[in-house]
């Protein structure tokens, strides 16, 4: 049995035999834990991940706009926020499951620290690099292929099943950031001015999005098969040391390429000094952060899948936030990607209330069988 978040009892559901025979639901391992505080919980980590990616995504745009142009140094923003974790580390305290020795040895633990956060700072450098090569419209557009891309991923990893209302989930939200993209290319939208380059910017967007969806399944995969954990401390553990894996990757890449060079220039010719320039990437650095702490917990809770299904949701709240705070026009179409992504997402939520329902009736059906068998068990030991 895994460890769950907090309150084994309450999160994990039915710890005994009767539960451990249910067949895996689509939603997976948490189907059962559908209560209340369980959702309300579900709904604080995706308010992290969505506010948290927004202003991140925004900050970001905002350095480039303001003559920021270093790619290694966008890397490290995405990961180098990671020390902050130690702070939620320190106060979280330790859970009855924490007490516990580790499932898995310190080697076998850092290797996959290791493997995870090479590919982090590999994904995040891409990811600098298709942010400042495509236009907002079509990067949301490429990277909301990240979606399928995991449901690729989730089913060969981490054997999510599929039914008609999780592909429903994927599709439309798939659809929502293209009706975006087409609708928002000719908008006008201040996205600097740049000379895009479109082919490698669409190569590395794709190449980034396969390699974030292979990131979230390994960290499913991580939480359940080698700490076999998902207590708070443990998805703040696995979070920061594999970010500061990617930062080391990050470092080495402004030395190596150079760039770090240009740093001290860049710094001072930055649109309102070198104070914004430090805000701008420490402000981006801790939004990250906690944007993935939403992200990785919602991996632990739900699934891969719906963690990144909640992460495509972002794709139309970055232009909206844009209008008010970059001037981009409104557009009804902006309007429509937004409310299709609400239905992708509420047909994905709806799937997994059903799930909670049906597992709840099937451990209630098991515990009245093991009830009987246990006082046919009594009757028979008497005689
Ligand atoms: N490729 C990719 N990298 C990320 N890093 C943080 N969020 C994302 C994301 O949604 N996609």
């Known amino acids: 049995m895994l460890k769950k978040f907090s309150s084994k009892s309450e999160e994990s559901g039915h710890k005994d035999d009767c539960h451990d025979s249910a067949p895996k ?8 834990a559908s209560g209340v505080r369980w959702w309300a919980m579900v709904a604080v980590d995706m308010v992290m991940l969505l506010s948290g990616g927004t ?18 140094m966008t890397t490290l923003t995405q990961s180098g926020g990671a020390p902050l974790l130690a702070i939620p580390l320190l106060l979280t305290p330790p859970s009855e499951d ?15 620290y290791a493997i995870i956060g090479v590919l982090i700072g590999l994904d995040n450098l891409m990811y600098a690099y298709a942010l400042q090569y495509l236009p907002v419209s079509t990067f949301s557009l ?4 990240q979606l399928a891309f995991n449901a690729v991923t989730s089913r060969l990893i981490n054997a999510q099943r599929f ?18 993209a087409i609708g928002s290319s000719s908008d006008g939208s201040s996205s600097g001015n740049y000379h895009y380059n479109y082919a490698a910017g669409f190569v590395l967007t794709v190449a980034a999005s396969a390699a974030f969806a292979l990131i979230l399944s390994l960290y499913e995969l991580t939480f359940e098969r080698v ?4 207590t708070a401390r443990w998805v703040l553990r696995v979070q920061m040391n594999s970010n500061l894996v990617a930062s080391v990757v990050a470092v080495m890449g402004l030395f190596a390429s150079g760039e770090w060079r240009t740093v001290p220039g860049e710094m001072a010719a930055f649109r309102g000094g070198t104070v914004r320039y430090v805000a701008t990437l420490a402000g981006t650095a801790a939004a990250w952060q906690a944007a993935l702490v939403g992200q990785i917990r919602l991996v632990a809770r739900v699934s891969s899948l719906f963690a990144n299904a909640t992460g495509v949701v972002q794709l139309p709240l970055v232009p909206l936030f844009a ?10 179409i902006k309007v429509v990607a937004m409310l299709m992504s609400a239905w992708g997402f509420m047909s994905y939520a709806y799937q997994h209330y059903l799930d909670g329902r049906r597992a709840a009736g099937t451990a209630r059906a098991q515990c009245s069988m093991c009830a009987a068998q246990a006082a046919s068990d009594a009757v028979s030991d008497a005689s």
């Open 323 to 332: 209008v008010v705070l970059f001037g981009d026009r409104m557009t009804g």
């Open 142 to 145: 490429v990277a909301s292929s």
């Open 25 to 32: 639901s689509p939603t997976r391992r948490l189907a059962v």
């Open 98 to 112: 924490d007490r516990q020795p580790p499932a898995a040895a310190s080697s076998k633990l850092a290797a996959v």
């Open 163 to 180: 039914t008609p209302l999780i592909a429903n989930s994927v599709v439309v939200l798939t659809f929502a950031a293209t009706v975006l």
């Open 55 to 72: 202003v991140a995504t925004l900050l970001s745009r905002l350095y480039y706009n303001s003559g920021g142009n270093s790619k290694w």
């Open 227 to 230: 700490v076999m954990a998902q």
